[in-house]
């Protein structure tokens, strides 16, 4: 799983810069059908990089559960050292 967040981070920042280009047209435009694709746009910069930022989380939780899995402890295992 881990050989898919660099190409899923390229893609995330090619589609940023794409709409962020496409704010900066939608907002010189200035008609009511572009107000509202404008809407949309910023709506859609707010949301992709969430849901990135929480794949990226997933990935880290399952790839947390794999290790402990190899080391034969369970995901809720700790050490003592952590602990203090």
């Known amino acids: 799983m881990n050989q898919w967040k660099r190409p899923l981070a390229i893609i995330c920042l090619i589609l940023i810069g794409i709409l962020s280009v496409g704010a900066l047209i939608l907002a010189v435009i200035g008609t ?49 050292t952590t602990i203090l």
């Not at 709506?43 to 794949?55: D, E, K, Q, S, T």
């Open 32 to 80: 009511e059908y572009a107000r509202k694709l404008l809407i949309a746009d910023l709506f859609c910069l707010m949301v992709i990089p969430a849901v990135f930022y929480g794949y990226q989380m997933f990935l880290n939780l399952i790839n947390k559960q794999e290790k402990s899995e190899k080391d034969g402890r369970t995901a809720g295992d700790e050490d003592e």
